[in-house]
């Protein structure tokens, strides 16, 4: 079992408080360094999932981020939004974070399923087209 300190639990509270003020959020989920060990990240990696796609998430940044760099200072904080970044990575995000805030479980539950279901369809076809750029710079650079 994981014992969460004092001070994480006291940053959770506030976490939960800030994204609670944007209607727009339904999840925001932890991932990469800081979920894996913490002692060693240099930062800490946020995405979060809103009700609908925007044309640009750069009002809502500057709204968010100065909150969130206060509370995890002297912590960077990377944001990314679910609704707008590629398919693998999006994958990764909801495989192997966790989740920090949610307003809408429902709705973060039937996003999850939509991703790991495209995640599956395009596996194969992400492979291959890996392992064929892979073979293609075997050819043209030996050393790879």
Do not use: W
Not at 63 to 68: A, E, I, R
Not at 70 to 93: G, K, Q, Y
Not at 122 to 130: C, G, I, V
């Amino acid at each position: 079992m994981k014992i969460i300190e004092k001070k994480e639990k006291q940053n959770l509270l506030i976490l939960q408080k800030i994204f609670s003020q944007f209607q727009e959020i339904i999840a925001v989920y932890l991932f990469g360094s800081y979920l894996e060990k913490k002692e060693q990240a240099r930062d800490v990696d946020l995405a979060i999932l809103l009700k609908k796609p925007v044309k640009s998430v750069v009002p809502f940044y500057m709204k968010l981020y100065p909150l969130l760099a206060e509370v995890f200072a002297p912590l960077e904080v990377d944001l990314l939004f679910l609704n707008s970044i590629s398919l693998p990575i999006c994958f990764e995000v909801i495989s192997t974070g966790a989740t920090l805030y949610c307003s809408d479980e429902d709705a973060r539950t039937d996003f999850e399923y939509i991703i790991s279901g495209r995640h599956m369809d395009f596996k194969y076809h992400l492979e291959k087209a890996r392992q064929e750029l892979y073979e293609l710079l075997k050819e043209e650079a030996p050393f790879v």
